[in-house]
């Protein structure tokens, strides 16, 4: 079975500050790793992803996330927050399932970033 | 490009009426959708895997009699909630994959549809 913790249901920066949400997985094989971020009432949006390759994956609105095989963590990460950063960010894992062959997502429980001025 | 839409936005229904969720991909073939429900500020629960032209697979606990998926086209997934109930009120969300379903690909959701049960 294949599962995502984020361990903090909030994070609190101040503007300007660098930030980190943290993530780990739990996964058997190769673990296909993605962030999004949701904003009030609205679906989610992608930032990035990990397939294979650098560690350090860039991604959209200056977000980057490094993914730590030997810790199994896919922490993202951000230089100097924004205020417009608030919002709710999903860590999430694809494999493969065991039954049915599908790739089925799992979601962690997300964690709401709240950036102050 | 990868635009997911949703319609409607929001509903709200009496208690006992069926609701027609619609989810498109606007600029490209979507051959899987998956359709998940989000309580407040709660992570999203997928409810069921939808592949165009085959019947949609249920996660454990989703009741296929009460949630019909239709996936009829490569751009079109149909989610009704039918005899809806005020425990169905919840935040209705779409995704969508280019390809057929692969673990490398990104999903792109829909905005979500709030649907409000009386």
């Known amino acids: 079975a294949q599962s995502v913790a984020q361990p903090e249901d909030q994070v609190n920066v101040a503007e300007g500050n660098p930030l980190t949400v943290k993530c780990t997985y739990s996964v058997s094989g190769n673990p296909y790793l993605f962030w999004y971020v949701q904003y009030p009432n609205r679906g989610l949006q992608f930032l990035l992803k990990?397939?294979?390759?650098?560690?350090l994956v860039k991604g959209s609105y200056g977000f980057e996330a490094e993914f730590n095989k030997s810790q199994t963590s896919f922490h993202l990460k951000k230089p100097s927050a924004l205020v417009s950063d608030s919002a709710l960010y999903f860590c999430a894992v694809r494999s493969l399932r065991a039954s049915g062959g599908s790739y089925i997502p799992t979601f962690g429980r997300g964690t709401s970033l709240i950036v102050h001025p | 490009g990868a635009v997911v839409s949703q319609h409607p936005s929001r509903v709200i229904c009496k208690s006992g009426t069926s609701v027609k969720i619609e989810c498109r991909s606007l600029d490209f073939q979507a051959t899987t959708m998956f359709w998940y429900r989000q309580f407040p500020k709660q992570s999203l629960m997928l409810m069921a895997t939808?592949?165009?032209?085959?019947?949609?697979?249920?996660e454990q606990g989703v009741e296929k009699d009460k949630f019909l998926i239709n996936h009829a086209s490569l751009t079109l997934s149909t989610l009704t909630v039918t005899s809806a109930h005020p425990e169905d009120s919840s935040f209705y969300i779409c995704?969508?994959?280019?390809?057929?379903?692969?673990?490398?690909?990104?999903?792109?959701f829909g905005p979500g549809t709030r649907l409000t049960v009386l």
């Open positions: 939808s592949n165009e032209g085959s019947k949609a697979t249920y």
């Open positions: 995704s969508a994959t280019r390809l057929a379903g692969g673990s490398t690909d990104t999903q792109y």
């Open positions: 990990y397939i294979t390759g650098d560690n």
